[in-house]
């Protein structure tokens, strides 16, 4: 694992915009995995900023996210799909059928968990994996205790990540409390992987990923074992390293 500390927020979307523009400069078909919450954003803003300033080409890239609540569909605000429409997909070149993102509204979730799996083996896997973190050490939505050879599966979620989530919604009994994530064993297998945190409350979580035991009580500790993870903080997510 390299960890780089950043000065803020903005410099850490910054640093992670510039892997991923290189990535797509070194290879234009690229297949990112990406990831929704507060986190990114910056990332996301500088990747349109390139984008829109040098022609960062995207027509040839295609996207699998991590995850997506259970019962939401694309046109309902609180979904990941309108997520990411609104702050990433609606402002470059990428074209809708590159874009893929799990669907909350299948009624056989196991069988919508193998269709995402085939399609991303039918890409020939992940290139590069951006992942946040929740509270609890969570990537995904795969919650502690997880099955580490866990593929796209259904989850449950905790009452920690029902409550930080809760801040995107009127009020928490809004929050769904299932959702359809890649599993550990997906996100392992992606070629590289950029773990993002920012603030004072990751830095419980980042210090169980990057200087933890590895165990399913902290999902995020398994990305010690995969050969190529770049952890991007601001200085308040690295306070306790
Ligand atoms: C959510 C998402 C994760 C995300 C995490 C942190 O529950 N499923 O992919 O990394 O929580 O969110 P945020 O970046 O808003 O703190």
């Known amino acids: 694992m390299r960890v780089l500390i950043t000065d803020s927020y903005d410099q850490m979307g910054l640093e992670a915009a510039k892997i991923v523009a290189g990535q797509i400069y070194l290879k234009p078909n690229s297949v990112l995995g990406l990831a929704t919450g507060s986190t990114p954003l910056s990332m996301y803003e500088r990747l349109v900023a390139v984008h829109r300033t040098v022609g960062l080409d995207f027509s040839e890239v295609t996207t699998f996210n991590l ?3 259970i ?3 694309p ?3 609180q979904s990941y799909h309108y997520f990411m429409q609104e702050h990433f997909f609606k402002h470059i070149n990428i074209k809708p059928e590159n874009v893929h993102i799990p669907n909350g509204m299948a ?3 196991i069988a919508e ?3 995402y799996e085939q399609l991303i083996a039918a890409k020939g896997g992940i290139d590069l994996q951006v992942l946040g973190i929740g509270q609890n050490a969570h990537i995904g939505f795969n919650e502690p205790d997880v099955k580490f050879a866990a593929t796209t599966h259904k989850v ?3 009452e920690e990540t029902i ?3 809760s801040r995107f919604f009127n009020n928490v009994d809004e929050v769904p409390r299932y959702a359809i994530s890649m599993g550990i064993k997906t996100i392992m297998m992606a070629e590289h992987v950029v773990l993002l945190a920012n603030g004072k409350n990751k830095a419980r979580a980042v210090y169980k990923a990057v200087c933890g035991d590895v165990t399913p009580e902290a999902p995020a500790s398994i990305l ?3 050969r190529d993870v770049v952890v991007i903080l601001d200085k308040e997510a690295a306070e306790l390293l």
């Open 67 to 69: 995850d997506e609540y």
């Open 156 to 158: 449950e979620l905790d």
């Open 224 to 226: 010690q074992l995969h």
């Open 163 to 165: 409550l930080d989530n």
């Open 71 to 73: 019962g939401m569909g």
């Open 75 to 77: 046109d309902n605000p």
């Open 113 to 115: 968990g193998e269709r």
């Open 107 to 109: 009624q056989d979730v």
